[in-house]
Structure formats: structure tokens, C-alpha cells
């Protein structure tokens, strides 16, 4: 979930349309890189499952990387939790709270999540491996609810990008649009992810106290 669409109807109407856009190209060089992005953007919650399985597979945590870790991860999903309690998803542009710093906090807090896992792991080769996966689906992600969001509030959405960094934070200027609510943390499921999040570090713990 960002300030972006996050509803998977919405995000394959957009990359459905990336797709269309470069079937009509000459080249299919350009069509095979729709489809790897269009495969990326609709499977990156997938991809993610599947690398914390893989990564407690091979998991050798030692008590400092795992305690770091865990501080990492609670950290991110704090401000996951602030996030998702702004997120009026798919209605109106919020502006305000975390959305203010930058525009994607929430998946730079998913960026804070793949180091907290890849720490806990024990494993640290995993970090840059896993950095590259967050990049290889959150790019292309961006990419496309960058241009939903343009088609559905245009030149809000222009003025917004003029303010507000994609990912650098910096400290707003103004208060923005919208206000924290905890329905909206419910509705948003973001419960659900903190949940699976730390049944995944429990695994890490179990593995260094076996």
C-alpha cells in the first residue's frame, strides 16, 4: 500500500496499459520489458513471500543481527502503521501526515523490512540481494500508480510532485490533505501485515535458539 492505487484491479488496469503501449512498439525488445515489469508489478507480494521462506531456510541468525533486525522492522512498520492510518486509499490524494515528507513512505518502509529480514537471517549476503528484488518490483510498481494517479487527479497530482520528493523525506511545508484514523489501519489490512511480519521473525528466533 502507498498514496498510490494499491487494489490489484487497479494496478493491472495500469499495467495493462504499459503493456498495450508497448505492443504497439516496433521493437519487441521494448514488449519483453513490459511484460518482466507487468510480471514484477502484479507478483511483487509473491516474490516477497517467497524470499522470507527462502531466506528461513537458510537462515543462520546470531542474537546481535537478530536484535538489530527486529528494531529495524519495528521501526518500519511504526511508520507503516502511521501510513496506513492517513491512507484513504483509492478516494482522495493524501497529502498530509507521512505523505507530506515524501511520497512514498510506505514502501520505504518496505525497503527498512527487507534489511530488517535479510539482518535477522544471519545471512548478510542477503541484504543486497534482497535490496535488488525491492527495487526490481517497487520501480516498475511506482512507475505505474505514478500514472494512474496522474490520469485520475492530474494537475493536483502534478502540483504534488512538484512539492513533495518521490523518495527523499524532508519536512513539509504545510499540514497537506487528510488526518490519522485507526479504521483506516484496519481497513487498509495493515494489521494483518504486522502480524505476518513477526510470525516470519518468530521463525528467525526459533532457528537461533534450536
Not at 511504526?78 to 496506513?84: G, H, S, T, Y
Not at 484513504?88 to 520505504?108: A, E, I, M, S
Request: glycine content about 6%; overall charge positive.
Amino acid at each position: 500500500m502507498t498514496n498510490y492505487a494499491e487494489t490489484d484491479s487497479q494496478l493491472n488496469v495500469a499495467t495493462q496499459r504499459s503493456l498495450d503501449a508497448a505492443a504497439s512498439a516496433a521493437e519487441g525488445y521494448h514488449r519483453m520489458l513490459a511484460h518482466v515489469r507487468a510480471f514484477l508489478v502484479r507478483r511483487r507480494t509473491f516474490l516477497g513471500l517467497l524470499a522470507a521462506f527462502i531466506l528461513v531456510a537458510f537462515a543462520r541468525p546470531t542474537p546481535a543481527l537478530l536484535a538489530c533486525g527486529a528494531f529495524i522492522m519495528a521501526a518500519a512498520y511504526l511508520i507503516r502503521l502511521i501510513c496506513a492510518g492517513y491512507l484513504d486509499k483509492d478516494k482522495t490524494l493524501v497529502t498530509g501526515g507521512p505523505f507530506g515528507w515524501c511520497r512514498n513512505p510506505l514502501y520505504l518502509a518496505n525497503l527498512l523490512v527487507v534489511v530488517a529480514f535479510g539482518l535477522m537471517s544471519g545471512r548478510l549476503i542477503a541484504v543486497p540481494i534482497l535490496l535488488l528484488l525491492w527495487l526490481a518490483t517497487h520501480a516498475p510498481t511506482v512507475a505505474c500508480e505514478e500514472d494512474f494517479l496522474r490520469e485520475k487527479f492530474g494537475t493536483k497530482f502534478e502540483r504534488y510532485c512538484r512539492q513533495v520528493a518521490r523518495w527523499l523525506p524532508k519536512p513539509p511545508n504545510g499540514t497537506g490533505n487528510g488526518s490519522f484514523c485507526w479504521k483506516r489501519v484496519i481497513d487498509n489490512g495493515e494489521h494483518l501485515n504486522i502480524i505476518s511480519a513477526w510470525i516470519v521473525a518468530a521463525m528467525f528466533f526459533i532457528e537461533l535458539v534450536k
